[in-house]
């Protein structure tokens, strides 16, 4: 299925920054709750005699994350003393970095910096409503969001042709309203499938979870319809039963709404991005 993607300067994810890596391994000494009795005006260190508070620290991360809703308050224990002690080294050897200011190589970086965050902000401030998810949902169901096909079948495995040929006969004597009983009888007698006990059932699968000439052969029937002719695979001859057969299937909307509004915000964004740069007039010199 085809992926919504956002673009990397605008997605916002609390694990951007380095100490809340997702992959670190959960074990007993990792307490995930929040620090106990910490408050904006809470002092958590002290540099050069100026004391250090967890606004401070805040403004911080949520400037190195470009996430404003990241706050000492809200993070994992564990966490807090590494996101503390990273400004408090800032502001430990600022003093002796800060002549840097004045080089323009700086001056350049802080307005890139500026222009990531004032367009984090905007992002953020965009609304995108109820009627708007709803209405990119329907209209690109076929495009972004239809998943595989889903059977539902019980099959019966043997060892030899003969065998499979056997049951197909037997099948095609029985009645229409009786082969899912009969089926699931001949599956527990012949069967050396692990599926036998259960007279052949499979449930629902995605056909590419089969093998190749399994789910090709199973995709060709009719839902009641069997094979007539046995199926080989590597795991010996198949005979298939064909009950159910879903081929509009899509993620639900509930699971890709949060997708569905990041993109149709960063298209708002970029409407406004590009109105910017037409009254900018932007003009280039160089061969494109």
Not at 17 to 24: A, E, L, T
Not at 66 to 74: G, N, S, T, V
Not at 157 to 171: G, P, R, Y
């Amino acid at each position: 299925m085809k992926k919504i993607l956002v673009s990397s300067a605008i997605a916002l994810s609390a694990f951007a920054f380095s100490g809340m890596h997702g992959n670190m391994p959960m074990t007993k000494a990792h307490n995930m709750a929040p620090m106990k009795g910490l408050t904006n005006t809470t002092v958590v260190a002290e540099v050069y005699g100026k004391k250090v508070t967890v606004k401070e620290v805040n403004d911080y991360i949520q400037g190195m994350t470009k996430d404003f809703r990241i706050r000492l308050q809200d993070l994992p224990a564990q966490h807090v003393n590494d996101f503390v002690k990273k400004y408090v080294d800032t502001l430990t050897f600022y003093p002796k970095a800060k002549n840097i200011i004045k080089t323009p190589q700086y001056q350049e970086l802080i307005k890139k910096i500026a222009v990531d965050l004032w367009m984090t902000k905007q992002f953020r401030k965009l609304k995108v409503t109820d009627k708007e998810e709803k209405a990119f949902y329907e209209k690109n169901k076929n495009l972004y969001f239809k998943t595989a096909p889903k059977l539902k079948a019980r099959h019966i495995v043997v060892k030899d042709e003969k065998t499979a040929q056997k049951i197909i006969s037997i099948l095609e004597k029985t009645p229409k309203s009786q082969i899912e009983k009969e089926f699931a009888t001949l599956a527990k007698q012949y069967s050396i499938g692990p599926s036998k006990i259960d007279g052949g059932e499979l449930g629902y699968f995605d056909p590419k979870s089969m093998v190749k000439e399994f789910s090709d052969a199973a995709m060709k029937l009719h839902k009641g319809d069997f094979t007539k002719e046995p199926v080989k695979t590597r795991f010996g001859y198949h005979v298939i039963l064909l009950e159910d057969k879903k081929t509009d299937v899509y993620t639900p909307f509930t699971k890709v709404r949060q997708s569905i509004i990041a993109y149709l915000k960063e298209a708002k964004l970029n409407k406004e991005l590009d109105n910017i740069s037409k009254e900018a007039k932007v003009k280039y010199f160089i061969n494109k």
